[in-house]
């Protein structure tokens, strides 16, 4: 049985864990997918993003006609665009594998990783122990399970499957009103397919604030038909060889919808159950979710935890965190610090883009914690006007005690962009009034919109000491 100074389970996060720094450890690193590198370079953030920006191009016209350019979206080649996207991640991916294959410190196994006991794993035919293992298994999309689904399984999508499509659909109805399903809604629907979002619950983007959501709900609705609180009784094929989608709403309603496929967008879970994980003693909650402590250790020793299958936020740049912490920890056992989860800022890169950190009001008022808010119209600064907006703002929420800001929500033009500075805010401490007037805000700039937004927090809620 061979032996390991640490072995990773998972080749996305876990894969960049194994810097030069551990050009002295002796590292397996593990993958049951055939497909080395994990769901953000080949499923997930990575590709979609490369999605989004020719779709965007193709949402244009509408906008460049109110502002006296006519262009016109006369198609768009959906293999060209597939092919474009994965002409270039494929070749990273298998460069990856081969790079790490032809590693002198690290030995790659392919196939499903389970615990025999806290230091040993089973690997196919493989047996291996390690000193350190660090579990990095990610996430999958969450499976639903309808009647009459296995009958039409063939145009059935989910966000893992759905981009490599030989052709792209006619009609597309998406299941689910989380960032994935509306993300998707915009690629489809601005490609040109005829897109329906359908939602069992009232709201899109429910961990949104509530003035957020539903705006967007209102723009995306111009673009794509939204359906909210009816969920799928059962799928038939058509007698014109389309999809029949059956749906119920709170009352009792049936609807039908026909449709050439359907992609499954209701969330995702965590790849937990293959690995046996009682064999090792590892706690676990009742959903698959690892649990670890600041410092991403489980309760045994030797076993860290990061990304997805461990985190409470199931995003790229959180796992890329617990991973810097896993890193500095293994190698400074004597020194450990912790991931800082305090302010964790997430982005939906549709039509329109929102971009939030921190909390809502809606969690404010829950929690009964005092705040002050304010709100700032794009269309109410020079470039805001300049784009002719419609319809988008920053909305901010602070501290009237500390003038901290403590949530900050953001929709539309270049949204995960304009978050950037107010989540700096937020992790060193910045306050309202710091922010707003202790730096230069370039003119006419669209950052004027969170500038204006901060000094509206000040001018209807200045508190008297700033005037000192």
């Known amino acids: 049985m061979q032996h390991f100074d640490l072995a990773v389970i998972g080749s996305g996060t876990g894969n960049s864990l194994i810097d030069e720094r551990f050009a002295d450890w002796n590292v397996a690193l593990i993958e049951r997918d055939e497909t080395f590198g994990g769901t953000c370079l080949n499923r997930g953030c990575i590709p979609t993003k490369m999605f989004v920006v020719p779709a965007d191009f193709a949402a244009s016209p509408p906008h460049a006609k109110r502002l006296g350019v006519h262009l016109e979206h006369r198609g768009s080649d959906w293999n ?49 122990s390690a000193d350190n293992i660090v579990i990095a298994t990610g996430s999958r999309p969450r499976d639903l399970h309808v009647p009459g689904f296995e009958d039409v399984a063939d145009r059935i999508y989910t966000s893992d499957t759905i981009m490599r499509i030989p052709d792209r659909p006619r009609r597309l109805m998406i299941l689910g009103g989380g960032f994935i399903a509306a993300e998707f809604a915009h690629v489809f629907a601005a490609l040109g397919t005829d897109v329906t979002l359908l939602n069992r619950s009232e709201v899109l983007l429910r961990g949104q604030d509530r003035e957020v959501s539903e705006q967007f709900a209102a723009l995306i609705g111009r673009r794509v038909r939204v359906r909210l609180n009816q969920k799928v ?37 965590r790849n937990w159950e293959a690995l046996n994980l009682s064999a090792a003693g590892i706690d676990v909650n009742v959903d698959g979710q690892i649990r670890v402590d600041a410092h991403q250790r489980t309760n045994v020793q030797g076993i860290w935890a990061m990304g997805d299958v461990s985190s409470d936020y199931l995003l790229k740049h959180v796992a890329n965190a617990e991973m810097r912490t896993v890193q500095h920890n293994l190698l400074h056992p004597d020194d450990p610090v912790e991931t800082d989860h305090r302010y964790v800022p997430s982005a939906v890169f549709s039509d329109p883009q929102i971009a939030s950190v921190g909390a809502t009001e809606e969690q404010l008022k829950a929690w009964g914690n005092p705040y002050v808010v304010a709100r700032q119209r794009y269309a109410d600064v020079a470039y805001g006007w300049a784009l002719e907006d419609e319809g988008h703002f920053v909305k901010l929420l602070a501290d ?48 004027e919109v969170v500038e204006n937004a901060l000094l509206g927090l000040l001018a209807a809620h200045r508190p008297a000491e700033l005037d000192r």
């Not at 060209?80 to 990856?96: K, L, M, V």
């Not at 007698?239 to 049936?254: A, L, P």
């Not at 009034?433 to 202790?438: I, K, P, T, V, Y």
């Open 80 to 128: 060209a665009i597939r092919d474009r996207i994965f002409g270039r991640i494929d070749p990273i991916s298998e460069g990856g594998l081969d790079w790490r294959q032809r590693s002198s410190n690290v030995t790659v196994f392919t196939g499903e990783a389970s615990f025999v006991d806290a230091q040993t794993l089973q690997i196919g035919d493989d047996r291996i």
């Open 233 to 269: 009784s059962s799928v038939e094929k058509g007698s014109k060889g389309d999809i029949v989608v059956v749906t119920t709403d709170r009352n009792g309603v049936e609807y039908e919808y026909f449709t050439d496929a359907i992609l499954v967008a209701v969330g995702r879970e």
């Open 400 to 447: 009237p005690r500390s003038w901290h800001i403590l949530g900050a929500h953001i929709v539309g033009p270049q949204a995960s962009t304009l978050l950037q500075p107010l989540i700096q805010a937020m992790s060193f401490g910045q306050r309202v009034d710091d922010l707003a007037r202790g730096q230069y805000w370039i003119h006419p700039s669209l950052p």
